[in-house]
C-alpha cells in the first residue's frame, strides 16, 4: 500500500487566495482525519470523518476552513481566503474501522504534510 | 478534559547513551496512550501504544515506554540510541474511543552527538 497520500507537498500563496489540499486515505481505512501544526499550538485536530460523514468539526478554526470528502478515497481541506496565520503543516491521517481498541487495528497512519505559507 | 506535557523541549544525547523522554497525561478514564516519531519533513510515524494490560509496551526501532498510572506517566526510553534517531518524538493520548483523535505533546526534539 502506498500509505496515506497527500497534495501539495508545498504550497506558497499570497494572502486573500484559495488553498485546497488533497488526502487520499489508504484503501479500506474508513476513518480520516485532518490536523494541522503550527509552533504556536503544536498538533491539533481540525476535522474527522467515518466513512465520508464529517463526525467532528470543532476544531476548525474558522468559517474561512472547510473540509469535504465526497468519496471514500478522497477528501480535501479548503481555506478561503487564506491568511498568513494559516501557514502551517497540514496532515491527513486514516485509521480502519474494527478490530476494537485491544487489537489496535484503528491506528492513525499519517501522510507526510502539506506544508502552507501564506504571505 | 485531556492534556499531555512533555516537559523537556530538547535532549540532546551522545550515541550510544541510554534515552528517556518524559510524557505526563490528564485523562480520567483509562488512557490509550501512543508514541509518535517524526522525521524532518516527514509524517508522524507510531513507535509504540498502550491500552491496557502489561505496562511494559515495546515498539519499533527498540523502544520501550512503561505506564505508570500513579504517576499518569508513559515515558519512552531506549537503551542504546544511534544517529538515526534524531527527530522530534510525540506523546500522545487518545480522546475517547476513536483512537484517531488525538491530544499531543508539544513534542521533544532529539538531537544524537556522534
Known amino acids: 500500500d502506498a500509505g496515506v497520500i497527500q497534495s501539495p507537498r508545498h504550497e506558497v500563496t499570497e494572502m486573500g487566495q484559495e488553498v485546497t489540499l488533497r488526502c487520499k486515505p489508504i484503501s479500506g481505512h474508513d476513518y480520516l482525519f485532518w490536523y494541522r501544526q503550527t509552533m504556536m499550538r503544536g498538533l491539533e485536530l481540525l476535522i474527522y470523518?467515518?466513512?465520508?460523514?464529517?463526525?467532528?468539526d470543532s476544531g476548525m478554526p474558522e468559517d474561512r476552513f472547510s473540509a469535504k470528502m465526497p468519496n471514500a478515497s478522497f477528501s480535501t481541506l479548503k481555506i478561503q481566503p487564506s491568511e498568513p496565520r494559516d501557514s502551517a503543516v497540514y496532515f491527513c491521517?486514516?485509521?480502519?474501522?474494527?478490530?476494537?481498541?485491544?487489537?489496535?487495528?484503528?491506528?492513525?497512519?499519517f501522510g507526510a504534510g502539506s506544508r502552507l505559507t501564506v504571505l | 478534559a485531556q492534556s499531555v506535557t512533555q516537559p523537556d523541549i530538547h535532549i540532546t544525547v551522545s550515541e550510544g547513551a541510554s534515552l528517556e523522554l518524559r510524557c505526563n497525561y490528564s485523562?480520567?478514564?483509562?488512557?490509550?496512550l501512543f508514541w509518535y516519531v517524526q522525521s524532518p519533513g516527514q509524517g508522524l510515524q507510531l513507535l509504540l501504544k498502550?491500552?491496557?494490560?502489561?505496562?511494559l509496551v515495546q515498539g519499533i526501532k527498540g523502544f520501550e515506554a512503561e505506564f505508570k498510572r500513579s504517576q499518569s506517566s508513559f515515558n519512552l526510553r531506549k537503551p542504546s540510541v544511534h544517529w538515526s534517531d534524531a527527530a522530534e518524538y510525540f506523546c500522545?493520548?487518545?480522546?475517547?474511543?476513536?483512537?484517531?483523535?488525538?491530544?499531543f505533546g508539544r513534542g521533544t526534539q532529539l538531537t544524537v552527538w556522534p
Open positions: 500522545a493520548v487518545a480522546r475517547g474511543s476513536t483512537l484517531g483523535r488525538l491530544y
Open positions: 491521517a486514516s485509521s480502519p474501522l474494527g478490530g476494537g481498541v485491544r487489537s489496535g487495528a484503528n491506528v492513525l497512519t
Open positions: 498502550y491500552f491496557s494490560g502489561d505496562t
Open positions: 485523562y480520567g478514564a483509562t488512557p490509550y
Open positions: 470523518f467515518n466513512n465520508n460523514v464529517p463526525i467532528d
